[in-house]
């Protein structure tokens, strides 16, 4: 099976711009998180979907959205972008509806100039 | 609110010492505790999980302890290696989303 993938691995952003990060989970899993990662912080929850609903969301501004389309894939976009937006983006894959084991992609590595 | 608290931040242990994680967390109602290690340049993967309804798991030199009723949960590594050395998080299930402690750094002296 192939593993969780995220694109683009790397990119960087001037403040003000926005930015949509893709994420394609393994195959049959129907349930994708978003994760901010950061020095310090760890790792900050941003949303949880399943089935092409958003079941959860984290504490972050409303510039953070997302979605998930019928075959799972799943996109978040950050609008307007700030200096503190700067930060690995990691999503993970699971099965079923409930809270389980969590399979990472490598992540996107947004830098915001 | 959800939170989950994890100590120390930094841990360096001597080569074949152990290795004890702590974290707390402050719903009652969380019922899946993971534990996942990251190496530099890595993505997170799972070590150990444990659920609700047991209060110790064990796999080769890991191994995790619940205490349900005071929201305590713990990592313990024994004969520590040098390939021990990473990021160790924990995290606690929160309805169904999965709410991560803010890592500790594990550092294996020779």
């Known amino acids: 099976k192939a593993g969780v993938t995220q694109t683009p691995r790397y990119l960087i952003k001037t403040r003000g711009q926005q930015v949509t990060l893709s994420c394609s989970p393994i195959?049959?899993?129907?349930?994708v998180s978003w994760y901010q990662q950061t020095p310090g912080q760890g790792l900050q929850f941003l949303f949880e979907?399943?089935?092409?609903?958003?079941?959860n969301k984290g504490n972050f501004p409303g510039r953070f959205s997302g979605r998930q389309f019928s075959n799972s894939r799943s996109e978040m976009n950050v609008s307007t972008l700030e200096l503190g937006d700067s930060a690995l983006y990691l999503c993970?894959?699971?099965?079923?509806?409930?809270?389980?084991?969590?399979?990472f992609g490598a992540g996107s590595r947004l830098t915001v100039l | 609110g959800e939170n989950v608290e994890q100590h120390p931040s930094t841990l360096s242990v001597q080569e074949g010492d152990s290795a004890v994680i702590k974290c707390t967390y402050s719903?009652?109602?969380?019922?899946?505790f993971p534990w996942y290690k990251q190496e530099l340049g890595k993505r997170p993967q799972l070590i150990i999980d444990?659920?609700?309804?047991?209060g110790e798991k064990k796999d080769q030199r890991i191994a995790v302890t619940l205490n349900k009723t005071a929201k305590h949960f713990s990592l313990h590594i024994t004969e520590t290696q040098p390939e021990d050395s990473a990021v160790y998080f924990c995290?606690?299930?929160?309805?169904?989303?999965?709410?991560f402690g803010k890592g500790t750094r594990l550092h294996i002296l020779p």
């Open positions: 195959s049959g899993h129907r349930s």
């Open positions: 719903d009652s109602a969380s019922n899946y």
């Open positions: 993970a894959s699971y099965e079923g509806a409930g809270a389980n084991v969590l399979t």
């Open positions: 444990i659920r609700s309804n047991v």
């Open positions: 979907y399943f089935s092409e609903t958003q079941r």
């Open positions: 995290a606690a299930s929160y309805d169904d989303k999965i709410i």
